[in-house]
């Protein structure tokens, strides 16, 4: 009886989309302390009513990275479970 290789593929994928999630969730909380020091520093105080342009543009870029950060990693787990290349005929 031979082994069901398409099955072990399934599984190891399973694993390491399991553990690239894992560590997305992890790095999560520093990359969120970092960007709330970021936004809180003098140089780029997202909180003043009279910012540059500039200034606006660099809140807006600090306060996407996080959420395109966390979807970019899901992404790539995901279509590394389902892509079909597998090395196994």
């Known amino acids: 009886m031979g082994i069901n290789e398409k099955g072990q ?3 190891y994928r ?7 999630l894992m560590m997305a969730l992890v790095i999560m909380n520093p990359l969120r302390d970092v960007i709330i020091d970021v936004r809180d ?4 105080n997202c909180t003043s ?3 540059t342009f500039g200034q606006e543009t660099a809140c807006l870029g600090v306060d996407v990275l996080l959420p395109y950060f966390v979807g970019a990693i ?3 787990a995901f279509i590394y479970y389902f892509s079909r ?5």
């Open 9 to 11: 593929v399934m599984v």
């Open 14 to 20: 399973l694993m390491i989309m399991v553990f690239v």
């Open 41 to 44: 520093t003098d140089q780029l």
């Open 49 to 51: 009513p009279d910012l």
């Open 74 to 76: 899901i992404i790539f």
């Open 85 to 89: 290349k597998s090395g196994v005929e």
